[in-house]
């Protein structure tokens, strides 16, 4: 059964949980209380001093130094309102990938872009599509502004472009994917996009989320920009919180329509990107020597991890982006590895949110993360639990 849909369920009343004994306090508008909140990876164990986090798919080797040298270069201008337009970060933006910069929108990450677009095309009474796999904000941001998030069933752990149009009704609103999704690592050939965004009439907004796109090399692969360029119902979200490695200065755009662009621009906070996040999101955006590095590196690392786990016995899906999937034989072996990896201070990801909770999720790091990890799993494997001293 679809956990999401019973832990989101819209239709539960509100007043009898908050409006007790005759006593009146604020009630929350529809959806609210119905959100579970989205619980991120960890960063500390008890206990224990060094820590490998795999958990939140952060880019494996940082940031740009010149992105940090530009962060830090901001330093003595934080009394400073940040500009409200990021105009050179869009200009920059629209010249690397061809866009017209007023077209493209950015964000406190891309999350606040889904935030945005869904409270502003989604509300009680309307349903917002996702596939059942998906990146679990859809559902939860959907929920939190009243509207209904239907799953529609996956293929392979993969999204299923008939199994999305099948589930659309008069209600439909806004259709999620990301592509390629986490947690799952499966992406959608772009002739399959296409062949959504054809299907869906032209009142559904279709939002295409491409957080791994910087770490696509497949042919078949297209993160929708052009499609969006042409559309008046697509937009495409970017975040610099994967490859660029700026998840904690929160930073994200989207491109679509100049309505759609106009209608976010109307919604979202004056100053909702720092001056910070803009300055060093440019300076990482420039140094396409470091984005080559690491997707480089993520490619070679990711392809020796999954390697190096099917040989210990591991079932691990092919699939992309600076993550693995690593299925175990059931629920409480994935609970117990992941417990024997964090004992060794290594925390990765897991899924039982994402009703996969047979499976845990692995970030690519370092060289050094991974034999770690690979070397983990080994022991974990063999049944001889070693931990290492403290
Ligand atoms: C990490 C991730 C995001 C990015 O979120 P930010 O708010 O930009 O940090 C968006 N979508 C997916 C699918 C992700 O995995």
Not at 31 to 54: E, F, M, W
Request: hydrophobic share 40%.
């Amino acid at each position: 059964m679809n956990v999401v849909v019973e832990v989101y369920d819209t239709e539960r009343p509100l007043t009898a949980d908050v409006k007790k004994d005759g006593i009146h306090i604020p009630i929350p508008r529809p959806g609210i209380l119905n959100v579970t909140p989205y619980v991120a990876g960890d960063s500390s164990i008890p206990g224990v001093r060094r820590i490998v986090k795999l958990a939140s798919n952060e880019g494996a080797l940082g940031p740009s130094p010149k992105a940090v040298a530009a962060s830090r270069g901001n330093a003595d201008s934080l009394c400073r309102y940040p500009d409200g337009g990021c105009s050179q970060l869009r200009a920059a933006l629209g010249m690397r990938y061809g866009l017209d910069p007023a077209r493209i929108v950015c964000g406190a990450g891309s999350d606040e872009l889904i935030g945005i677009l869904t409270r502003a095309y989604a509300g009680p009474g309307d349903e917002v599509l996702y596939s059942r796999y998906a990146f679990l904000m859809f559902p939860i941001i959907a929920t939190a502004n009243g509207a209904t998030p239907v799953p529609a069933a996956e293929r392979n752990l993969t999204a299923d472009v008939d199994a999305l149009l099948s589930k659309q009704t008069q209600k439909t609103r806004i259709v999620y994917l990301a592509n390629p999704n986490n947690p799952t690592g499966t992406y959608l050939p772009y002739s399959e996009i296409k062949r959504l965004h054809a299907g869906l009439p032209g009142n559904v907004l279709l939002v295409l989320d491409a957080a791994y796109a910087e770490y696509m090399v497949a042919a078949d692969y297209h993160d929708g920009l052009e499609l969006a360029r042409e559309a008046e119902n697509v937009v495409v979200l970017h975040t610099f919180s994967k490859i660029y490695a700026l998840a904690g200065l929160r930073l994200g755009w989207g491109f679509g329509s100049s309505r759609i662009i106009d209608v976010v621009n109307r919604v979202r906070g004056t100053f909702n990107v720092t001056a910070t996040a803009q300055l060093a999101g440019l300076a990482a955006l420039e140094d396409r020597a470091w984005t080559e590095k690491v997707r480089a590196h993520t490619i070679t690392w990711r392809r020796w991890t999954v390697d190096a786990l099917r040989r210990l016995g591991f079932d691990v899906p092919d699939g992309v982006g600076n993550f693995i999937l690593c299925h175990f034989a059931d629920v409480a072996d994935a609970d117990a590895a992941d417990a024997f990896l964090r004992r060794r201070g290594l925390i990765v990801r897991k899924l039982g949110p994402y009703s996969l909770a047979g499976s845990l999720r692995i970030t690519v790091g370092t060289e050094e993360e991974m034999r770690l990890l690979v070397d983990g799993l080994a022991a974990y494997r063999s049944g001889q639990p070693r931990p290492r001293a403290q």
